[in-house]
Nanobody
Framework: QVQLVESGGGLVQPGGSLRLSCAASGNILSILVMGWYRQAPGKQRELVASINNGDMTEYASSVKERFTISKDNAKNTVYLQMNRLKPEDTSIYYC?????????????WGQGTQVTVSS
């Protein structure tokens, strides 16, 4: 079994910053990809940023130059530093890991954390 636990969401004013964290635990041989997605009410879940085991990153065009994804392999943890936040960044943010375990490779999701950008 694998569990992902997120932290770091909250309420912030436009222009402010937040840092999200997501840590994985359980039967993990290797983590192939770590990513952040978000889903606003009435909208589809979308990729925000991802980083693979070769440290290659990918960002949605709407967050480039404002958000930074990073990871700590020793802690099985991924971070999302969000700067210059805008009201349209308001959403529930989910982490997603592609993990190779003893018996299979599968996708796992965090529980989601609310980010609200409002004055």
């Amino acid at each position: 079994q694998v569990q992902l636990v997120e932290s770091g969401g909250g309420l912030v004013q436009p222009g402010g910053s937040l840092r999200l964290s997501c840590a994985a635990s359980g039967n993990i041989l290797s983590i192939l990809v770590m990513g952040w997605y978000r889903q606003a009410p009435g909208k589809q879940r979308e990729l925000v940023a991802s980083i693979n085991n070769g440290d290659m990153t990918e960002y949605a065009s709407s967050v480039k130059e404002r958000f930074t994804i990073s990871k700590d392999n020793a802690k099985n943890t991924v971070y999302l530093q969000m700067n210059r936040l805008k009201p349209e960044d308001t959403s529930i943010y989910y982490c997603n890991f592609l993990i190779r375990g003893p018996w299979n490779t599968d996708n796992y999701w965090g529980q989601g954390t609310q980010v609200t950008v409002s004055s």
